[in-house]
């Protein structure tokens, strides 16, 4: 069983930047696609970017795409969420997530397992 621990969210400025953890254990961390998403109160919980097992390809959805940065260090166990150049819009809970087999990255159902989600707020 795999379990996924975020922490790193805040309250920040527009503008300003924070950095998302997620600390896995219980499984082979090194070989998963790890992706991260986030959920705004109302709304779908929605693509952020993934890493590959590598962390040699990242891939962000447009919206974030230029300002947030995934890396991961598999000898902890860690991928990393660097947010910079934060918007009020990019408040929301943010998730990391696991996917240990299978192609897909985008959709929610593409991974396995979940953290518990760590709050982002961005104040204008």
């Known amino acids: 069983q795999v379990q996924l621990v975020e922490s790193g969210g805040g309250l920040v400025q527009a503008g300003g930047s924070l950095r998302l953890s997620c600390a896995a254990s219980g499984g082979t961390f090194s070989t998963y696609t790890m992706g991260w998403f986030r959920q705004a109160p109302g709304k779908e919980r929605e693509f952020v970017g993934r890493?590959?097992?590598?962390?040699?390809?990242?891939y962000y959805a447009d919206s974030v795409k230029g300002r947030f940065t995934i890396s991961r260090d598999n000898a902890k166990n860690t991928v990393y969420l660097q947010m910079n150049s934060l918007k009020p819009e990019d408040t929301a809970v943010y998730y990391c997530?696991?996917?240990?087999?299978?192609?897909?990255?985008?959709?929610?159902?593409?991974?396995?397992?979940w953290g518990q989600g760590t709050q982002v707020t961005v104040s204008s």
């Open positions: 997530a696991a996917r240990t087999t299978g192609r897909g990255f985008r959709k929610l159902n593409d991974y396995d397992y």
């Open positions: 890493s590959i097992w590598s962390g040699s390809s990242t």
